[in-house]
Nanobody
Framework: VQLVESGGGLVQPGGSLRLSCAAS????????MGWYRQAPGKQRELVAK???????NDADFVKGRFTISRDNDKNTVYLQMNSLKPEDTAVYYC????????????WGQGTQVTVSS
């Protein structure tokens, strides 16, 4: 199983980034896909997740700014991030959670997002 994130980088406050996570080695349609983030000195937290039925659960701090989506044909999940703030600076991780086996939970290596002027 491999989850490969891309799209991170340095952006100014108010800017946008689109993260992608390409999954391989999993039956993508049987997984809830999520984005989490971890800032220095803080615990990893949920940003947003999307089920195989496109039901979305996202954190209050991203409502109206970030949008999660998935393309089952490409085995890819996306996170469109708009109106970025310095406090969004973190390593963003992709997560895959099987809907049929709790033990099948996988993480990507993370991609750094830095929001700074």
């Amino acid at each position: 199983v491999q989850l490969v994130e891309s799209g991170g980088g340095l952006v100014q406050p108010g800017g946008s980034l689109r993260l992608s996570c390409a999954a391989s080695g999993v039956m993508f349609r049987l997984y809830t896909m999520g984005w989490y983030r971890q800032a220095p000195g803080k615990q990893r937290e949920l940003v947003a997740k999307i089920t195989n039925a496109d039901s979305i659960n996202d954190a209050d701090f991203v409502k109206g700014r970030f949008t999660i989506s998935r393309d089952n044909d490409k085995n890819t999940v996306y996170l469109q991030m708009n109106s970025l703030k310095p406090e969004d600076t973190a390593v963003y991780y992709c997560n895959a959670q099987s809907i049929v086996a709790v033990s099948r939970n996988y993480w990507g290596q993370g991609t750094q997002v830095t929001v700074s002027s």
